[in-house]
């Protein structure tokens, strides 16, 4: 395990001893999210870059040197991590970039990026010896919060999901089958939040709640590591991510801060974020070069509701991520989002839900606004499977050519 | 690669060149699926599996040397296969044998195993230089083709997939949303199924139809291989299949065939095949003695459709690969099978689709039955993902617990 050197405000810049502060800071409250910091001195006399990159296990945990977890800590048993990074020459000709690349987290265990976060938290919840971990959510964060407490179980771990009561019976139906306890609040999902964040603080459940527990980004750093290994520690110039609460893109940025302070990589990538038109506070914030705390609560309305934030909780790390990557946000219409499922599908062969396809369009505004160059390199971060919304990806495509059960319609349907 | 020696009749086992027949037997017809047999001698002579299981590939085409490809031939770049295979503590508890362990195939590209058998007919056509692969299905085959299609491009490979126009609008999308021309053929899938391979037949696109195309089940008995490599080569003494036109069980059974010839492993597990009551001709034909040939076409009715068949079209080479295995095949019904979708979460962290869950309640009667024994090891396939059916999972499972947003409120639900 990488020892933890200090927790350091995102926002005032004050440092805590590792175990003096669970959540977000103290002095700045929700807004302060925390970096979990380690002694890269140390780290760096000490580890092996190939040799990490030797290790057998295929899953976020090869990278455990790197990680704030007890070597011979209990780690949740699925497959999180190590996703698929597929070089993508049609999709590298259609955008007239020097190279992409995607990499497909809609294949974790769960469906999404997510159990990433999911994994971490809860290996932290069972090294020390927390029995209910609980977070607010109705979507993707759930599920893998309810997962992976399956995959080591009930007797080992409950899971508490609150979601607002109007959430989709579908995206509940997820929960209940993995055996998570369904908490279906009778308010909105902000509500929902600051129960969740109270009732761990009273029964001292562990918090997965985005943006209040600092070692979601410890999870989703390992992506950033990922893509490096990917290409032999040669990053690409840009990476491209969908941003909603900002946790992600802060994720894929602390990876990469990894690695430079390592030494492992020369550079970092440029991070670009994209949002839905409808939910673009952070396009806004950074074009207006406004900070975090001065960001207010907007209305939010977009089919991608993966990256549906009024006032995204991890505002503080994303807009950081963003700025000291020199890279950029950009703002994307639903119907590019929808136009964006097949035609990412057909150029890579990955199906993406909405949140996740809006990266594709992402890039082709940052080439026209020039944030991409032709002569750039661009991984993409595919955070979630198009099998978790079916119905949006059915919006995007005509329906098939009605045909008569014969031949000879059959030749003709297919002469058109 | 490994040259094929020969195509062998599972009925009536005439032998035919490797280019001699493309589909079925000549001579049994449509019933008359082939075997695509190696020289083993040979294969044993130049193999060493220890090289192969160190091959750096995470995909099936870690196996290229027992697959009837060229070794420089262009692979679809999707990472097929190589999916988790989880030693699963509290379901061997549950069940009560010596160990249990899942296979998670709902993780392929396509959220299901046939993007095995898909794969392998893509990387077939590529290397024959044909340009269409087309299918006759509604369900996971026509995804997983559509999909490996997609990952090539179109300007590679077109797919055409030949669906009842009555097929779910959703499952449509996912077609459509890949790229492949789809034909809504107004009548049943039994028509389409004989529509899409006359065409086949007359304008020499490649077809992939379950028992028709022998390749798909060397695509996927690589499923076989993995387990096998997984234990270090020591066998399960059972594997669970789910089983619909049983071209799964026969590739699973196909893999065991050849690692046995090869000497790799020194027994073949049993294998035992699930069927949904309502659908369950194998079950009955089985237990009857019944030869493949003599089964007559009936109604099938299960909510599992993945595993719907009236007369499965593969049902020889099922058939053998229960009785030389030893195994058995056993019935479940609909309800045991929309039970075993959040058992089998619970027990294991995987969210399967129905007929995939369905080896759970398999499992279950075949303990009942006796075809398994407390002292035995049992692998179960699970084939497809569970976001592949979330209505059904719905019906699995109670609806959470309504509360008024307030901790008194939440601490009184919890305490119930």
């Known amino acids: 395990m990488a020892s933890i050197l ?241 946790n992600i893109i802060a994720g894929i940025d602390k990876g990469f801060y990894d690695l430079h302070q390592l030494g492992w990589i020369e550079r970092v990538p440029r991070l670009i974020g994209v949002q839905a038109q409808g939910s673009s506070p952070l396009v806004r914030a950074w074009q207006a070069g406004m900070s975090a705390a001065d960001m207010q609560p907007e209305d939010a309305h977009t089919i991608a509701d993966s990256i549906s934030a009024g006032l995204p909780r991890d505002r503080a790390k994303a807009l950081r991520a963003v700025r000291r990557t020199r890279g950029a946000f950009v703002a994307v219409s639903d119907a590019e989002i929808l136009a964006a499922i097949p035609a990412l599908a057909r150029l890579t062969g990955v199906f993406s839900e909405p949140a996740c396809a809006a990266v594709y369009a992402g890039a082709k505004r940052a080439l026209e606004l020039g944030y991409i160059l032709p002569s750039d390199s661009v991984a993409f971060v595919l955070t979630g499977n198009g099998l978790k919304d079916v119905r949006r990806a059915q919006e995007s495509v005509a329906g098939g050519v009605r045909v008569q059960p014969s031949l000879d319609a059959i030749r003709r349907a297919l002469e058109k």
């Open 6 to 246: 200090k927790l350091k405000c995102a926002i005032c810049e004050c440092e805590y001893a590792p175990d003096a502060v669970t959540y977000t800071c103290p002095r700045c409250g929700m807004i302060g999210t925390l970096d979990v910091l380690y002694d890269y001195v140390a780290l760096r006399a000490r580890l092996d870059r190939d040799l990490i990159a030797a290790s057998p296990l295929q899953s976020m945990w090869r990278y455990l040197p790197l990680l704030p977890i007890e070597t011979d800590a209990v780690l949740p048993p699925l497959r999180v991590g190590m996703t698929p990074f597929y070089h993508a020459p049609r999709l590298t000709a259609d955008l007239g970039v020097r190279a992409a690349w995607v990499k497909d987290d809609g294949l974790n265990p769960t469906g999404s990026f997510k159990d990433r976060a999911s994994a971490m938290v809860v290996a932290r919840a069972i090294e020390k010896g927390i029995r209910v971990v609980a977070t607010a959510s109705t979507g993707n964060a759930a599920a893998a919060l309810a997962g992976i407490g399956a995959s080591v179980g009930r007797e080992v771990l409950e899971t508490i999901i609150f979601v607002p009561a109007s959430a989709p019976e579908a995206k509940i139906a997820q929960l209940l089958v993995y055996g998570a306890t369904v908490l279906l609040i009778e308010d909105t999902y902000d509500v929902a939040f600051d129960l969740c964040f109270q009732m761990c603080l009273e029964q001292s459940w562990y918090c997965r709640n985005t943006g209040i527990n600092p070692f979601t980004t410890e999870g989703k750093k390992t992506a950033a590591y990922e893509i490096a290994e990917a290409l032999g520690w040669d990053v690409p110039d840009v990476v491209m991510v969908s941003v909603g609460d900002g």
